[in-house]
C-alpha cells in the first residue's frame, strides 16, 4: 500500500503534493536530453562530463518508473559507465529489460535487486547472479521474473542453480522449482526468505535448519507441506510464518488434524509474533476437541483449562495471554475470521472492513488474493458501507499499479474504483488524485486493450469526471484507448456506444490543436466505418447519431479535419444517409451541422458547388414543422395529447437547427459572389430567395444546440456587402445567440469587434431595412447586457 491518498482536513481526498526533488525527477525523466544525446549507432548515452552519484542514479531508475513508462535497455544504456554512475537499489516492475541490460545493471555490484513481471529476461541469465551476486543483500525474483525458473507456466523441471550470493539477508522466489541439492548453509545473514509457490519436489526445509538468523519464513501457496511440519518446527527463532493458500481447491491447505497441528507449531515456534494460515483449516472448527487440550495425555493445570477457553481457535490456545501481532485468517475453512475471540491484535480476514484492508496491507504482493480482497471492496462500495474510503482508495490504486499485467486485477480494480467515485463529490478528489485515478485507469485499459470488460469499467469511471478539464492532462493517450472502443470492439454493443460518447464529448469541448490531433488518429475515417457498416444494414442507432455528431464536433474551424471529411467521401456518405434516414431529424440536424463547418472553408466550397447539392440544401431551408392538431377531452387523450405535442415540439425545434445550418451552408456558398455560383439550376437568385423566406419564418427566441467560441466566420458574412442576402442570415444569428444566451455571446460580440462592424453595416447603404433592424437588437442587447454586468459587480 503506497499510502499516498490522505483525508484532508475539509473531508476532501487528495495525495500530497510532489516534493521539489520529485518534480526535478520528473523534469528530468521526461527530458532525458538533459543528461544525455543520441550516439552515432543511435542509442542513447550519458553526455560528456556528466557524473551522476548513487543518490540520484537509484532514484532516477525509481522515478522514471513512476512519471515516465517502463524502464527498457535504452534507458538502462545511461548506465554503462560504472565510474560515472553509481547504482545500488534496483527495482523494476512491468520492464522490458533484456539479460543485455540486466548485466549492465549487475555491473554495479547492485546491494539489493526487485524485478517483477520482467518478460524478457531468461533462465539463460542465472549465471549473472554467480558473477555478479556477492555484494547483494537483497534479492527479489517476482512473478514472471524467469531468471531462476523456465518460463513455461507448467514446467516443473528444476533448473541446477546455486545461491552464490553468500551476503543475502533477503530472499523472494516466486514459482521457482526447488531442486535437492540447492543449498542454503552459507547464507549465515539470510533472515528472510519467501518461497511463495515454489515446487518443493524432494527438496527438504531441513535445509534451512542452519540458518541461524532465519526469522521470516512465507511459504504462501507452497503445497504439500505437511511432509516439512517437522522442520519447520526446527525453526525456532522465526518470528513470522506464513502458510498460507489463495486457494482450497483440490485438498490444498487442508490437514488431517488441524488443531493439533497448529498446536505442535506454537509449542516450537514461541517467538512467533506473526502467522497466516489462511485458506487453510488450520484454525479448526472453532470447537475445542479433547486431543488438541492435552499434552501426551497428561491433565492440564486449570489455569492451562482457563486459557483454552478464551479463543475460538483451539489451536492457538497457548497465545490468549500472549496474543499475536498478526494472524491472517482470509478464506480459511469455517469462517475462522467471524469468530469472537481470536487471539491476535490485528487481523486479516473478510468479516469486516478492517479486516479486508489489513489483508491488503499484508498481501499487496498476491495478485490472486489481492484481487479477492479487490472484489471484497467491490461489494463494500457498491452497497455504500465502506466508511475508512482514504485508505481503500489508496489500496485499490496502489494494487493496480503494483499489478499492471495482472487482468482480473486491473477488471476487479475499475470496478472498485467505479462505485468510489461513483459515490462521492467530484469536488472532493483534489486535483493530484483525479489524475492518479485517471492514469491508474488509463494504464490498465492500455494494457489490457482487447479486453472489453476492462474497457467496458474504465470507460464508465471516467464518466464520473468532468470532460474535458480533469482527462487533458492524458488527453492524446485517452483518444486512442476510446478509438480503439470505438472500432475494435462488438458493432452496436455497449463499449462501443460508450466509448463514441465519450469520443464526442472530448471532440466537443477542445481547443483546435486538439481537434487536429483527433483528425491526425483516424477519428474521421474511423466515423465513416461505423456510418458504412450500418446504412450496409440499414440500421440507424445511436451509434450512428453520434458518429456524425462527432465529425461535426471535430470540423469545427479546423479545415484539414473538413477536407478529410471531403476526401472520405463524405458528401457521398451524407447523401445516403438523407436518403435511407430521411424522417431522422437529430441525424438530419449533425450532417447539416458539420456541412455548416465545411462550408466556411472558402477553399473547400467549390467543392459543394452541385447542383445536386445545392438542391439538397435549398430544400432543406423548408424543413420548419407546421405542428400538429389535437382535440379531445377525456384524460387519457389529453395525455397523449401532451405527448404529441412535446414530441411535436422537439421535431421542429429539430427541424429548425436543420434549416438554420442549410440556411448557413448556402450562405457562405453565395457569399463568393455571383462567379462562383457555376451551376445553372437551381440559380442563385432563386436560391437566396428561399434563404431569406425562411429565415423569416424563424423564432428569434429559437434555442440553439450550439457552442461557438469564435464569431469570426459569421461577422465575415455580416461585411459581405455584394450579398445581403448573406448579411440577413449573419445578423439573425448573433441576434438569436445574444438574445437566448446574452451571458456569453454577447460578450463574444464584444470581443471580436462586432459592435463596430454591425454599426458600419447599419451606416452603409446596401443592406436593405430589415438587416439593419436586426444589426440593432444585436447593439442594444450587448449594451444592456454590459449595464447589467455592472450593476450585479
Known sequence: MSCKVRLMED????????????????????????????????????????????????????????????????????????????????????????????????????????????????????????????????????????????????????????????????????GVVMHHRLQFAHLHDLGHLDLTSCVLANFSLEALGSLPNLHTLILFNVWPIANQLHAICCLRRLC????????????????????????????????????????TNLAGNGVATKESTSTSGSQQSPKMEQHFALTDIPGLASRTQRPLQFLGLYHTAHWACKRHDIPALEVAGDANEQQILTAARYYHDRPVLLTRVLNDLYHLFRFENCKDIHTALDVVLSAMDRHLKFKHMQISGSATLFYIVKGRDRSKFGALLRNHIIRTLLNGMEMHITDDTMLRNGYLTLTQFHMPVDVLFEYERLIKILLHGVSKTEQEGFVQRIAIYLLNTLACQVDGRQKLFLGELGVVSTMFTLIKDRLTRSVFDDVMEVAWSTMWNVTDETAINCKRFLDGRGMEYFLKCLHTFPDRDELLRNMMGLLGNVAEVKWLRPKLMTQEFIEVFARLLDSLSDGIEVGGASASVVARVREREMASANHAYLRFQVSYNAAGVLAHIASDGADAWTIKTPSREHVLERMVAAIQRWNIKSERNINYRSFEPILSLVRCYETPQCQHWAVWALANLTQVYPEKYCKLVEQENGIQILNELIEHESPYCEIKRIARLVIEQCESGSDRMVVDN
Request: hydrophobic share 35%.
Open 240 to 279: 513470522t510464518l506464513d502458510m498460507s493458500i489463495s486457494s482450497s481447491g483440490n485438498g490444498h491447505g487442508t490437514y488431517d488434524l488441524p488443531d493439533q497441528t497448529l498446536e505442535m507449531l506454537m509449542d516450537n515456534l514461541r517467538h512467533l509474533t506473526h502467522l497466516d494460515i489462511s485458506g
Open 11 to 174: 473531508g476532501s481526498l487528495d495525495e500530497e503534493p510532489l516534493t521539489l526533488k520529485e518534480i526535478a525527477y520528473q523534469k528530468l525523466c521526461n527530458n532525458l536530453d538533459i543528461i544525455s544525446s543520441h550516439r552515432p549507432d543511435g542509442q542513447r548515452g550519458l553526455n560528456p562530463g556528466i557524473v551522476l552519484p548513487n543518490e540520484i542514479c537509484d532514484g532516477f531508475l525509481e522515478n522514471y518508473q513512476r512519471f515516465n513508462r517502463p524502464l527498457d535497455d535504452s534507458v538502462i544504456r545511461l548506465f554503462e559507465d560504472t565510474q560515472r554512475t553509481s547504482l545500488k537499489i534496483v527495482n523494476l516492475r512491468n520492464s522490458t529489460l533484456s539479460s543485455i541490460g540486466l548485466e549492465t545493471l549487475m555491473r554495479h555490484k547492485l546491494f539489493a535487486l526487485s524485478l517483477w513481471y520482467c518478460d524478457m529476461i531468461s533462465v539463460g541469465s542465472h549465471h549473472l547472479l554467480a558473477h555478479y551476486g556477492d555484494s547483494l543483500r537483497s534479492l527479489e525474483l517476482g512473478i514472471s521474473s524467469h531468471l531462476l525458473q523456465y518460463a513455461e507456466p507448467n514446467e516443473k523441471e528444476p533448473v541446477d542453480f546455486q545461491l552464490t550470493c553468500p551476503h543475502l539477508r533477503r530472499l523472494v522466489l516466486n
